[in-house]
């Protein structure tokens, strides 16, 4: 191939990409706690709205994967607190790479994961218990949760977990 015939490849290649619009992976995201500077009430991306819609997708471009992170705590007297995130998978990794006598920022996309769920062990310490679970296709994070009976932000559960253990010291 010469190099004239290699330029005319590559540029039809580059303007083919550009003018289909290659995407990258689409995945939901709702949040546990709005942004900071964000009122609650008027939060729509939060978790405990979770509804499907197209207000929910994101592109990932520094992702291969989805996520979908059930967790739960169990406080006193059977009381459980349930909740659910969403979002792309963590997979960029960014770092200061020396070539030439000189630094340069480089990110690059990290395959940390296998697909499907597994759990975090909790060691028998009073955590909160999570299940993690990676999928590669666009918006595969959308099942529902196992139990998904009263979803609760993260705030909730560490302000009824302080809660508990401050009535506990009143006794």
């Not at 997708?57 to 291969?64: G, Q």
Request: glycine share 6%; charged share 20%.
């Amino acid at each position: 191939m010469t190099m004239e015939t290699w330029a005319i490849t590559t540029m039809v290649t580059v303007l083919s990409l550009v003018i289909t619009g290659v995407s990258s992976l689409e995945c939901y995201k709702c949040l546990i706690n709005p942004p900071l500077g964000e009122n609650y009430k008027t939060a729509t991306n939060l978790c405990t709205n979770f509804d499907y819609s197209d207000s929910f997708v994101v592109d990932c471009p520094f992702s291969t994967m989805c996520m979908k992170q059930d967790f739960h705590l169990d406080i006193q007297n059977g009381v459980r607190i349930e909740g659910v995130l969403r979002d792309c998978a963590p997979q960029k990794h960014e770092y200061q790479d020396f070539k030439n006598g000189k630094w340069s920022p480089k990110t690059e996309v990290l395959e940390p994961y296998n697909e499907g769920c597994f759990s975090g062990d909790d060691k028998g310490e009073r955590v909160t218990t999570s299940r993690y679970c990676y999928c590669r296709s666009n918006l595969c994070n959308s099942t529902p949760s196992t139990n998904h009976e009263g979803y609760t932000d993260i705030m909730g559960v560490i302000l009824v977990f302080n809660l508990m253990k401050y009535i506990n010291s009143l006794r």
